[in-house]
């Protein structure tokens, strides 16, 4: 078992929440979490619907291993149909809120209509009621967050909730969870807002208590922690360097895009990297990087808790500032940092402090303003926009300045809350934006590096790499080692990378296992936790089920082949210096071969033999 | 040789691994809130802190117990409550000066730490080594020999 077979549905348009059972014929297709919630997205709600709209439905998610003692058992993930995308959007979290929601005893929360007033949902175990939340609208996340806690004097109880970016109608805004963790990607937050939800509080104490076989789950964890512990990037890498660990080397392989993309290589890396982010500072001795942290159950610990320097111009007068909280990751000081030109450590880190308290995507906000700054370099934005800020890459002090107006909200706040590819419409630049879908591109630049831009063009939820890892492979030889350059296999690679992601992700899992972890680490405990049949062939065939699923539900809110490509200047403008100078993307290449190994037509459409060997 | 639990916060993470297989060991349920190990997290410190009963020689909790529900283990010397005996008075948990004595609402009784009868699950499972169960006599021995090596920088150490 491990599901807790309850699904918990709140209509907030008439203010009720009641209980039904898990449909279990499709837990047994699509496992939990990213998977089931998809199904019950694509049964229940109108692909072609507005995002936004009272029509869509919102979604928090456990996995069947959420909450237990397999490591890494603290995700859950947000489903919707994304407002930044019009596509199928899930966006995955750790931190304590997803294990507290299954220790309360449910398997999902599925959201739908829209309150006429805000609102919060309580939910202590089995006692679920909608709270006014009047008074927490404009608020942070972090004052959400605090206030919660004081009024319900809960000190155990874990908070999801959403700042005042996703209030303002920022698309990308994340739901923010125990202060600084984030389901960050496709605006998941912006359709809590939508609904007039603020915040999601949970107290659990009802214990999963219910694994199909329990000494033979003990083992297959204990063998899977065993082989975390040994292994050199989850044991060694990620607890020491965090993420980070990429800057210097993603830099040094010619695969770092820099300010917005024009350029591939950033001279500032090392300043903004995980070595530089343990570095004693001048003023107080400390280093950035307070400790690392784990999320709940996760026996690796790759989340970074930093202090900016005090005396840092960001911060100096801002005691609320010169604490400890979530640090940068390598996406975010990628896109707050690289992508803009700003190689001011502290400067990122106070950035990234305020993604975490108003909730908005760093990946997305720091590449939308990449683009802005772009705009303002050409001259298509100027200071009569930016109210004066000087937004010129490389500037930290405009960074800061206009991330503090964003939060705050204003006209260019709105304007810069549209994402890259609406800014740079309205301005007359579309080509300038790097997105897939309308979802902006992470940390590693698909001219350099091959496989990941095929990955990028052809994800559900838009530019991604959380949807088909193929850097694994091609930078780090993770489980076998593919050249950056070469076209030959990467169809089949990116194939293989997304369906056992899909996968993981519908476990309870953090795809971060799978460094050290291969299917047949993970199947099996499933396996031992589920009842059904969880060997490793059935678990690759239910992920190949969810891409199709989620590729389905795309298809019919309007995508076609035409959205499976990239941005003309990673097509067209070749790298101009490095270790990879003169290459450009060659998706042309990889397209044709990845619709015929997915089993697709050419036109990139599902056949009814396809659908039929899936059960879709 | 009995044996204590030791525990370095400078080394846990928060993953509470440890409030799960106290839990599980005790109530045959994945269910921190049954844990009789907590952590604590110091958010703006950037600080966990795993906390537990330290299984006191001359024992408060004990010693307040108005009807004996509390006795040693003479195997591994922790205050064992016995569920047959306890009342729910809870006036062991103002003696106890230290809170790790608690009343657990889903049983009527007090709860605490009993070493899992000299296997503790929580140690076992701490990936970080944060909590060990070490010789009693060694306790406080491992601050020692960092204070040790502060003062004679150039030492490496061994005991």
């Not at chain 1, 193929?470 to 089949?492: F, H, M, Q």
Request: aromatic share 8%.
């Amino acid at each position: 078992m491990s599901w807790t077979r309850n699904v918990l549905r709140v209509d907030l348009s008439k203010g009720s929440c009641t209980s039904e059972p898990l449909n279990m014929e499709w837990a047994k297709l699509y496992l939990g979490q990213r998977g089931l919630a998809s199904k019950y997205l694509s049964e229940e709600v109108d692909p072609k619907c507005d995002p936004l709209g009272p029509e869509n439905k919102f979604i928090m998610t456990t996995g069947p291993l959420t909450g237990t003692m397999a490591s890494t058992s603290g995700r859950y993930s947000c489903v919707t149909k994304g407002p930044l995308t019009g596509a199928i959007a899930c966006s995955n979290s750790g931190g304590y809120f997803g294990a507290e929601l299954k220790n309360a005893g449910w398997d999902m929360i599925i959201f739908e209509g829209k309150s006429d007033k805000p609102v919060y949902l309580l939910l202590q175990d089995d006692k679920a009621e909608l709270r006014d939340a009047t008074h927490l609208w404009g608020k942070t996340a972090w004052e959400t967050d605090d206030i919660i806690h004081a009024t319900h004097q809960e000190p155990q109880m874990r908070i999801a909730t959403i700042g005042r970016t996703a209030e303002n109608g920022c698309l990308y805004a994340a739901v923010i969870n125990d202060k600084h963790r984030a389901a960050g990607r496709s605006g998941v937050g912006t359709v809590m807002a939508s609904k007039n939800l603020k915040a999601v509080a949970v107290r659990g104490t009802q214990g999963i208590g219910n694994v199909e076989d329990a000494n033979a789950f003990m083992q297959a964890t204990n063998d899977g922690k065993a082989v975390l512990a040994e292994n050199a990037v989850t044991g060694q890498g990620l607890p020491a360097f965090g993420t980070q660990v990429l800057m210097n080397v993603i830099n040094g392989i010619g695969g770092l895009p820099a300010r917005n993309m024009r350029d591939v290589g950033f001279e500032g890396a090392e300043h903004i990297s995980a070595e530089a982010m343990a570095e004693p500072r001048a003023s107080d001795g400390k280093p950035n990087l307070t400790t690392n942290a784990a999320c709940f159950g996760c026996t690796i610990a790759c989340g970074r808790i930093s202090t900016v320097d005090p005396t840092h111009f960001s911060v100096k007068d801002k005691p609320q500032y010169q604490g400890a909280s979530g640090g940068l990751e390598y996406e975010a000081a990628w896109a707050l940092g690289a992508d803009t030109g700003v190689d001011d450590l502290d400067a990122l880190t106070y950035v990234n402090f305020l993604c975490n308290e108003d909730g908005m995507d760093p990946i997305t906000y720091g590449a939308t303003v990449a683009a802005a700054m772009e705009m303002f370099e050409d001259g298509n934005i100027t200071t009569e926009h930016t109210g004066g800020i000087e937004l010129t890459f490389g500037n930290a002090e405009a960074f800061v300045a206009i991330t503090e107006q964003f939060c705050q909200g204003g006209t260019f706040a709105e304007d810069l809350g549209l994402g890259s590819k609406r800014l740079t419409e309205k301005y007359g630049r579309p080509e300038l934006s790097m997105t897939v879908k309308g979802q902006e591109f992470p940390a590693y630049d698909p001219r350099g590096i091959q496989g990941i831009g095929l990955n990028y063009a052809t994800s559900n939820r838009g530019a991604c790499h959380l949807r088909g890892y193929t850097i694994a492979s091609e930078v780090l030889g993770i489980p076998v080692k593919t050249e950056l350059n070469d076209t030959d296999g990467k169809p089949e690679l990116v194939k293989a990378f997304q369906d056992a992601t899909a996968l993981v992700d519908s476990s309870g899992l953090c795809i971060f296992t799978t460094f050290a972890w291969g299917m047949d680490n993970i199947a099996p405990q499933i396996d031992a936790a589920c009842e059904g049949d969880w060997s490793v062939e059935n678990c690759l065939e239910v992920g190949e089920r969810v891409w199709n699923m989620e590729r389905l539900f795309n298809e019919a809110a309007g995508f076609t082949a035409d959205d499976d490509k990239l941005p003309k200047r990673l097509l067209e403008e070749a790298i101009k210096d490095g270790p990879t100078k003169g290459q450009v993307n060659r998706l042309g290449e990889m397209l044709p071969k990845y619709y015929e190994v997915r089993g697709w037509t050419a036109d990139g459409k599902i056949p009814e033999e396809t659908r039929k060997r899936l059960s879709l | 040789m009995q044996k204590s639990l030791h525990i370095d916060p400078g080394k846990c993470t928060g993953c509470l691994q440890c409030e799960m297989a106290c839990s599980y060991e005790h109530t045959g349920t994945f269910n921190p809130s049954r844990s009789y190990i907590k952590v604590f997290t110091f958010h703006h410190e950037g600080r966990f802190a795993p906390y537990t009963c330290t299984q006191c020689d001359e024992a408060w909790c004990m010693r307040a117990c108005p009807v004996d529900a509390i006795s040693v283990d003479m195997a591994t010397g922790a205050k064992v409550v016995s569920d047959d005996k306890c009342v729910g008075c809870k006036v062991c948990t103002i003696a106890c000066p230290f809170g790790t004595i608690n009343y657990s609402q889903a049983t009527g009784k007090v709860v605490k730490c009993d070493l899992c009868g000299g296997d503790p699950q929580c140690a076992a499972a701490c990936p970080t080594s944060a909590i060990t169960y070490v010789d009693a006599d060694w306790t406080g021995y491992d601050r020692m020999m960092a204070s040790a090596a502060k003062s004679l920088p150039s030492a490496e150490a061994t005991a």
